[in-house]
């Protein structure tokens, strides 16, 4: 092979070459062919080679591919700015397009302090997150996040933003058990405002279900409606990182949405343009775009490729294609029925300690015992099988050996059908059963 210059994520790993994908299969350059088990990184929400998107494209690119967002509006950057204001749940109607979900996180957090700037309040500069969480690797989306094992290089860059625990009832960081926890991992945040004092905090951000940093982590019911009554309370904005979660992938629209929580800001990204083209938004309150109307009328933040009309036109194609098709519908009956096979099959073997998830984002946790939960470092070998098998799933955990879980998660488009969702068992089925033979009896005990 040709010597590469491409920096790959690892730099002496063997990548097959990826030729083309139709639906939610991909084929590489030797004609093997891939269940798309992940939609590459929770992004290729709507399948491969879909032709309405591609005609989307073509049209765009022969209007006008690119013009700068200080100098033109577009009609496809305004209509997909009303569609989505009319797709969010409540107030949440401003759209600020960007290019990736790290961009849409920072940009959610600049104008959290920037909306208590406006009214006059200059110290609330701080942004709780959680431990463990996943909002970015920019420096200002990294210093929100809980993953030690992207955050470690950096640190001396990092903001040290205060955090709190994640409602991970499978590994309660308090011991406890729900419902007679009373959900301390939510009332930690209120103390933790306290401890900080609330003038210094400007936001608490969260993904509604945990995703890259912890396998599809979904909290207990009461814990949002409690997180948001605290942030109320204390005068704190709640912004919502959808970027994995969003745009149906959970099997409503929002996330949030299942728990009738309303955000003040909501990070998208991924599958809002499914992967056709990068596209991602920070979508914004009435109640936080008000004070910044009244006042600077700016947002100091953006990028050359903001609001850009092809990415803006790819992204309103797919939005249409997920109504046309009812993807929102279908992916919640399929993620339920994935999630019921997926939890026959970790009967079968002793290292899988729980399956979870929602729609079809599902997390598989490794452990050495299933009783004891002691995790076990079993995903990269996990995917490595599954990938020899023609499957693509993808990696979760927050890089702290011993203490997080190590997971992957299942996410194919939300195209995937009966048929196909057996498929992808079946293939896992041979890649696990390859993991078990050739686990050592002492590995990770
Ligand atoms: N937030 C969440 C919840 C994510 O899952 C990701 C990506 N895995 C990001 C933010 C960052 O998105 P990107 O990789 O597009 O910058």
Redesign the pocket.
């Known amino acids: 092979m040709e010597r590469s210059y491409l920096i790959k994520p690892i730099l002496d790993a063997v990548y097959p070459t990826i030729d083309y994908g139709k639906g939610v299969y991909l084929y590489d350059k030797n004609q093997k062919d891939y269940i798309d088990g992940s939609s590459g990184?929770?992004t290729a929400s709507i399948g491969h080679g879909v032709p309405e998107i591609i005609k989307a494209i073509n049209d765009q690119a022969n209007k006008v591919s690119f013009v700068y967002r200080s100098q033109f509006t577009s009609e496809p950057a305004e209509r997909l700015a009303k569609k989505l204001s009319e797709l969010t749940p409540g107030d949440l109607h401003w759209s600020f397009f960007v290019n990736?979900?790290?961009?849409?996180?920072e940009t959610a957090m600049k104008i959290a302090i920037q909306y208590w700037q406006e009214q006059g309040i200059f110290t609330k500069n701080k942004i709780i997150s959680r431990f463990i969480s996943?909002?970015?690797?920019?420096l200002g989306?990294l210093s929100m996040s809980g993953h030690v094992g992207r955050r470690e290089r950096f640190i001396p860059l990092l903001e040290e933003f205060p955090s709190v625990s994640a409602p991970y009832c499978y590994r309660c960081p308090f011991k406890l058990t729900y419902p007679s926890c009373d959900l301390l991992c939510a009332s930690e945040l209120e103390k933790t405002i306290q401890r900080m004092g609330k003038q210094t905090i400007a936001a608490f951000i969260a993904?509604p279900i945990i995703?890259?940093a912890g396998g599809a982590i979904v909290p207990p019911e009461g814990y949002y409606q409690e997180i948001k009554e605290i942030c109320e309370r204390n005068d704190i904005l709640f912004i919502a990182?959808?970027?994995?979660?969003g745009i149906g992938r959970t099997g409503k629209m929002l996330a949030i949405e299942h728990w009738n929580v309303q955000p003040d800001i909501v990070?998208l990204?991924?599958g809002m343009s499914a992967g056709y083209t990068p596209m991602?938004a920070t979508i914004v309150s009435d109640r936080v775009m008000e004070p910044i109307l009244q006042g600077s009328k700016v947002i100091m933040s953006g990028h050359t490729y903001s609001a850009n009309p092809q990415s803006a036109a790819v992204s309103l194609a797919v939005l249409d294609y997920i109504e046309k098709l009812q993807l929102i519908d279908r992916g919640h009956m399929m993620g339920n029925y994935l999630l019921h096979k997926l939890a026959t099959l970790a009967n079968e073997f002793s290292f899988i300690g729980d399956v979870r998830g929602k729609g079809l984002l599902i997390g598989i946790e490794f452990v050495y015992d299933k009783e004891k939960k002691i995790p076990i470092k079993l995903a990269t070998v996990v995917i490595q099988k599954a990938m020899e098998h023609g499957l693509l799933v993808y990696p979760s955990s927050a890089g702290e050996e011993g203490i997080t879980g190590d997971a992957i998660l299942i996410s194919p488009p939300l195209v995937i059908t009966k048929e196909e969702v057996d498929e992808l068992v079946t293939r896992l089925k041979r890649a696990l059963v390859e993991v078990e033979a050739s686990l050592h009896p002492t590995d990770g005990g």
């Open positions: 990184a929770v990736s979900g790290s961009e849409a996180t996943y909002h970015g690797i920019t989306a993904e995703g890259a990182d959808e970027v994995m979660t990070a990204g991924k991602a």
